[in-house]
């Protein structure tokens, strides 16, 4: 099963009214910021380097908020990067680490730390919504 249709399951089992809409293919340049321009927010769960900043740059240039969530190996990191509140992922990070300087080695991620995440980009989004009502 696609990680797509595992979320979406996963989703509406916590909230049955929920509207996922899936994006099997891959995000490119040419596609992302159609893909990303009737949404109002972008939940970023990539799991690499090059799709992590080309969905910053389409947020920051289509002025969305970008929940950011990411896991690597047992460390999690989130973060929302608001339009004009504060910096953006590459502000942070302004180039992706080599790639020697990320293991070649595949390590299988817990489902406890995916669960973490998934649980703090959902709180972060609730917070962001609340600021702006």
Known sequence: MAKTESARERLAQINPE?????????????????????YDIVI???????????????CVVGKKPNV??????????ASVFAPDAGPCYRCLFPAPPLISATPRDRVELLKLA????????????????????
């Open 18 to 38: 929920i509207v996922v809409d899936l994006f099997q293919e891959k995000i490119a340049a040419d596609n992302v910021e159609s893909i990303i321009a009737s």
């Open 44 to 58: 970023d769960a990539s799991d690499n380097f090059s799709t992590r900043y080309l969905i910053n740059d389409a």
């Open 68 to 77: 950011f969530g990411a896991i690597y190996r047992f460390e999690g990191q």
């Open 114 to 133: 995916l669960w973490w995440q998934m649980e703090t980009s959902k709180r972060k989004v609730s917070r962001y919504l609340d600021t702006q009502s």
